[in-house]
């Protein structure tokens, strides 16, 4: 069972639409939990930092279940901006473990 | 603020070379981490540097090494490339304490021929 787990998708909505993509953990132990988002062939940029009580940042709603060990990323109001690869990422000790990532298209 | 800088942008080795290649932290970061990413994956760690120690490694062969200096800067060098070597390597830097997050470099992709 890989340490950090996502859809890869490709998950393609239309233009408005709100989507939301889940992450799953394996490490009960683990510390800190972000979001980045990469554009193709680009450095991972930070999107958001997640906490249990959930977090919000315009558009952008993350949220950590310790308990199911996952973490969710909602979009709302999509814009075709929104087009790239949403990594999970799970700190445990000194270590960063990224998901795969999953492939966001917002279609016109 | 500076961000994260990395050299080379790009570049070409075949099989059997050695590479080195160099990061530049944030300023105010002391933890520069790096990882390997190859196409359609996520980044995989491998290593971490704080206060000029090896403080973490993943599972790459000890021909992946790498330095910190005390300006907080760090190389990776890859000893003997092998064609799966090539990959985008990036550095994140971040300053080193509890839920801080990570803030990357453009990366160096390395194409090994």
């Known amino acids: 069972r890989k340490e950090v787990e996502q859809d890869p998708g490709p998950f393609n909505v239309p233009e408005g639409a709100t989507v939301a993509f889940n992450c799953t953990y394996s490490?009960?132990?683990?510390?800190?939990f972000f979001w980045y988002r990469q554009d193709c062939r680009k450095e991972p940029k930070l999107l958001m930092s997640v906490y249990s009580s959930g977090n919000e940042d315009g558009r952008f709603t993350a949220q950590l279940n310790r308990a199911s060990q996952y973490i969710s990323l909602l979009i709302r109001d999509s814009k075709l901006s929104d087009s790239a690869t949403y990594l999970c990422v799970v700190k445990s000790t000194y270590k960063y473990i990224f998901g795969t990532g999953t492939r966001l298209k917002v279609l016109a | 603020e500076t961000g994260v800088t990395q050299s080379p942008t790009h570049l070409i080795k075949t099989r059997g070379q050695q590479v080195t290649l160099r990061c530049s932290s944030q300023?105010?970061?002391?933890?520069v981490s790096w990882y390997q990413q190859a196409l359609g994956q996520g980044p995989q760690f491998i290593f971490q540097?704080?206060?000029?120690?090896?403080?973490g490694r993943g599972n790459f062969p000890p021909r992946f090494s790498g330095l910190q200096f005390p300006n907080y800067s760090s190389e990776l060098n890859v000893n003997a490339l092998e064609l799966d070597d090539s990959a985008l390597y990036l550095c994140?830097?971040?300053?080193?304490?509890?839920?801080?997050?990570?803030?990357f470099g453009d990366g160096t992709r390395l194409s090994i021929l």
């Open positions: 540097y704080y206060r000029e120690e090896e403080n």
């Open positions: 994140a830097s971040s300053s080193g304490g509890g839920d801080q997050p990570q803030h």
């Open positions: 300023s105010g970061h002391n933890t």
């Open positions: 490490n009960s132990a683990s510390q800190s």
